[in-house]
């Protein structure tokens, strides 16, 4: 997974979001920066109709594992749908979250592929990969944090480490 920046973090994904595991102690993560490939193909969700779209080209069956926690959410009983990633992945290398489209449909129960779904456990701007279609990295440093605050920073070098 990938995300951009945002204000004075350097990823997004190093902010809260309640859809994600957030461990009670200190975290550690460190940040990257990838190079994509120019021809790498991202299907884009900037909104409910994207996800529909995705979930209802590429349907699987999740009512087993979803039926409970998404029933109680939105009230309907399914049967619930999310892509097939196996499936997605032979026509797209990653899919992108804009902030828009986790605003506009995150948590929603949708109608797609013959049931419904939900956008859960993303974050804004997170691109998805589903294969490796990086050119080259750079690592920019380590983040140390605290769920309870907003971390420190530590740069590292930033040497291009190309593939190869």
Do not use: K
């Not at 996800?51 to 029933?71: N, Y």
């Amino acid at each position: 997974m990938t995300t951009g920046g945002f204000g004075e973090l350097s990823a997004i994904a190093l902010a809260r979001f309640e859809d994600l595991f957030t461990p009670l102690e200190e975290t550690r993560a460190t940040v990257w920066s990838v190079q994509i490939a120019p021809q790498a193909r991202v299907m884009e969700i900037a909104g409910p109709a994207d996800w529909q779209a995705l979930v209802s080209a590429f349907p699987e069956d999740v009512t087993g594992t979803h039926a409970g926690e998404w029933r109680a959410r939105s009230g309907l009983p399914g049967p619930w749908r999310l892509p097939d990633w196996r499936q997605v992945m032979e026509h797209y290398d990653g899919v992108h979250l804009t902030i828009g489209g986790y605003l506009a449909c995150g948590g929603l129960a949708l109608p797609a592929g013959g049931g419904h779904t939900m956008l859960t456990g993303w974050i804004p701007d997170a691109t998805i990969w589903l294969r490796d279609v990086t050119t080259g990295h750079r690592r920019l440093g380590q983040w140390l944090g605290d769920p309870q605050g907003t971390g420190t920073w530590n740069d590292l070098h930033d040497a291009l480490l190309a593939d190869g």
